[in-house]
C-alpha cells in the first residue's frame, strides 16, 4: 500500500500521514504493519517524521522495520509512505 501526502503545509502533511489507519481500512491492525519506507522530498522533514513514528511505535522493542529515504517526489508532495503488512 503506498499513498502520497496531499499538498499543503508540512503540519498539514504530518497530520495526514495515517499508515495504522490506512491498514484498518485494508481489514488489518497497526501490529500487521511489518515495514514501513517514508520517501521524504527533503531531509529536514526527518525529525517530524521520527516523532510519529515513536508515537505510533513507542515500544523499541515491538516495532516494524522503518527506513527513511530521499526521493524526487511530484507537485509539492514532501514525504511518501509505503506500508507493507501481512493480513
Known amino acids: 500500500m503506498r499513498a502520497a501526502i496531499l499538498p499543503g503545509s508540512q503540519d498539514s502533511q504530518d497530520s495526514n500521514a495515517r499508515p495504522p489507519q490506512a491498514v484498518e481500512l ?30 505510533m511505535s513507542p515500544d523499541e522493542h515491538n516495532r516494524p522495520d ?17 506500508v507493507m503488512a501481512v493480513l
Open 26 to 55: 485494508a481489514g488489518g491492525t497497526p501490529e500487521n504493519i511489518g515495514k514501513m519506507t517514508v520517501f521524504l522530498r527533503d531531509e529536514k522533514y526527518r525529525d517530524s517524521i521520527n516523532k510519529a513514528w515513536l508515537k
Open 66 to 82: 522503518r527506513h527513511a529515504v530521499k526521493a524526487d517526489l511530484g507537485g509539492e508532495v514532501l514525504f511518501q509512505i509505503e
